[in-house]
């Protein structure tokens, strides 16, 4: 069974920052990409960062400059090192990890439980 642990989450004051990790576990084949996800109260889930196999990195526009993602692969392990954080950055953050057990296979999405960053004025 395939599975997505994160950590990292807390309670940070403006300007601070926090490392979220999310380690991937079971059967996983080859990962094609790793992500975080967020979702505010009432709001929509929104793409946060994204780092492919070949270690190409994509950011939303409001975190860049001041979130990082990067991924060990002998760990199955990806990393949002986020920097300079603001109150709008408060939100369940989620990790994703599309991955497939063959090229001829279909690609399999997963999520992590998530993880809850509260920054505070």
């Known amino acids: 069974q395939v599975q997505l642990v994160e950590s990292g989450g807390g309670l940070v004051q403006a300007g601070g920052s926090l490392r979220l990790s999310c380690a991937a576990s079971g059967s996983i084949g080859s990962i094609n990409r790793m992500g975080w996800y967020r979702q505010a109260p009432g709001k929509q889930r929104e793409l946060v960062a994204t780092?492919?196999?070949?270690?190409?990195?994509d950011y939303t526009d409001s975190v860049k400059g001041r979130f990082t993602i990067s991924r060990d692969n002998s760990k199955n392990t990806v990393y949002l090192q986020m920097n300079n954080l603001k109150t709008e950055d408060t939100a369940v953050y989620y990790c994703n990890m599309r991955h497939q057990y063959s090229s001829r296979s279909p690609e399999y999405n997963r999520w992590g439980q998530g993880t809850q960053v509260t920054v505070s004025s």
């Open positions: 780092i492919t196999s070949g270690d190409n990195t």
